[in-house]
């Protein structure tokens, strides 16, 4: 039975005006025409952007994991609510804790990177830029000052390219009550110079005072070979 657009066997019926017979299309080439139709740019002049629509997922991703720890937590909701707010406050303490996270020092590198100077040289930029409050800067030049003024007493050879902890643990046999101080100088040295911290004053300070510390003491001399006989 053909009624007007209606189905005729396997296609499509299309009623014609006047006396004309009703033209059959068959179903699989209309429903070619219709998607051809359909995808035409007029029909999709307000479809949301690609961006829209990702963003409309994701949402929805958003919504329906909120749901189901919601149907998992205790108190629903509100329940969900709560345990952020604790995760939020751990997480606060333990950045007021640690403080900043700072990248390690990637490698030691030699303490003197330029023309030599000397020990009293090294103290006086340390001191200009203490006093300009430049504190890393200042850091920088007392420990280069430590090192120097140990090469200047013959506790230490000079030798180009020793890193901040090796000039601390070859002191440390001669200034064996600073051993700490010095290492401690070192790490302070590294981690301003290539670990990306900042110093501050107190840092300064400790390393200012290791230096004076270090000048009015005397070094406990390695035996000769011969002394033992």
Do not use: C, K
Not at 43 to 55: C, I, T, V, W
Not at 64 to 80: E, I, M
Not at 148 to 167: H, I, V, Y
């Amino acid at each position: 039975m053909t009624t007007a657009g209606g189905f005729h066997g396997a296609g499509v019926v299309l009623p014609l005006s006047g006396d004309e017979p009703p033209v059959t299309i068959e179903r699989v080439p209309a429903r070619e025409a219709a998607e051809r139709e359909l995808s035409r740019p007029m029909y999709h002049e307000n479809d949301p952007s690609l961006l829209q629509r990702a963003l409309d997922r994701f949402w929805e991703w958003v919504g329906d994991l909120f749901d189901a720890a919601a149907g998992a937590t205790p108190g629903g909701a509100v329940g969900v609510v709560v345990l952020v707010l604790v995760v939020l406050l751990l997480l606060g303490a333990l950045w007021w804790r640690l403080g900043t996270p700072h990248r390690a020092p990637s490698s030691s590198a030699p303490v003197f990177d330029d023309r030599p100077r000397s020990a009293a040289e090294h103290r006086a930029a340390a001191e200009a830029h203490a006093a300009d409050q430049q504190w890393s800067q200042a850091l920088q030049e007392r420990m280069r000052a430590v090192v120097r003024s140990l090469e200047e007493r013959a506790l230490l050879d000079p030798r180009p390219g020793r890193t901040a902890d090796e000039a601390a643990s070859e002191a440390a046999r001669s200034l064996p009550s600073h051993e700490a101080g010095l290492h401690t100088a070192a790490r302070d040295f590294d981690d301003v110079t290539y670990g990306g911290r900042s110093a501050d004053e107190r840092a300064y300070r400790r390393i200012a005072d290791l230096d004076r510390d270090i000048e009015r003491t005397q070094p406990v001399l390695a035996p000769s070979p011969g002394a033992a006989e």
